[in-house]
């Protein structure tokens, strides 16, 4: 009983918050709230500028080893468990497969920023 009763009164402030929410804003919008916020930039601009697919490479490549820092940080801990082979081969896999393909990566020249 007290569980539906915490749920009927969450459901409930939950409900009137969202209420709130939606109807306490002011309705004026002028044409200065209206038009995109860019710093520094004039907002009338061209929004699409050309993306150069080098930095789109980099990028992917950093967030793949930024992965596998994280993959690997509980490394230290493998050695706590009883048989720590199955944790190393695991480690040596993902290591070996992360360098096969910075190598691949290195010899298409895909790391080379500038032509």
């Known amino acids: 009983m007290v569980t539906l009763l915490m749920i009927a009164l969450s459901f409930s402030i939950s409900l009137v918050l969202i209420t709130i929410a939606f109807w306490l804003p002011m309705p004026y919008l002028s044409s200065e709230k209206l038009s995109p916020y860019e710093c520094g930039f004039d907002p009338q601009g061209t929004a699409r500028l050309p993306f150069s697919s080098r930095f789109f490479l980099v990028a992917i490549l950093f967030l793949l080893f930024d992965l596998e820092i994280a993959l690997l940080l509980p490394l230290p801990w ?11 081969n695991w480690a040596t896999i993902i290591l070996v497969h992360l360098a096969a393909g910075l190598i691949y990566e290195w010899y298409q020249g895909g790391l080379e920023w500038a032509e």
């Open 78 to 88: 493998a050695t706590n468990f009883t048989p720590p082979t199955p944790m190393m």
